[in-house]
């Protein structure tokens, strides 16, 4: 199974302030789901998001 990530695993991973971070997920910028009441993303599709960002 894919690691699911905090959004502050995110924001260091991508070196974003916290309001970015929220931001990025509130317009569907990065895909996320809600697990209780904590976003959370999937390292996989952060991958492939950082990856596309690259192009």
């Known amino acids: 199974m ?3 990530l ?3 695993e995110t924001r260091d991973i991508l070196k974003v302030s916290r309001n970015t971070m929220y ?3 509130r317009d569907g910028v990065i895909p996320a789901r809600k697990v209780g009441s904590e976003w ?3 390292r996989s599709t952060l ?3 950082m990856k596309q ?3």
Do not use: A, F, G, P
Request: proline letters at 0%.
């Open 2 to 4: 894919d690691e699911m």
């Open 6 to 8: 905090t959004l502050k």
């Open 23 to 25: 931001m990025l997920v």
């Open 40 to 42: 959370r993303i999937m």
């Open 47 to 49: 991958v492939d998001w």
């Open 53 to 55: 960002r690259e192009n």
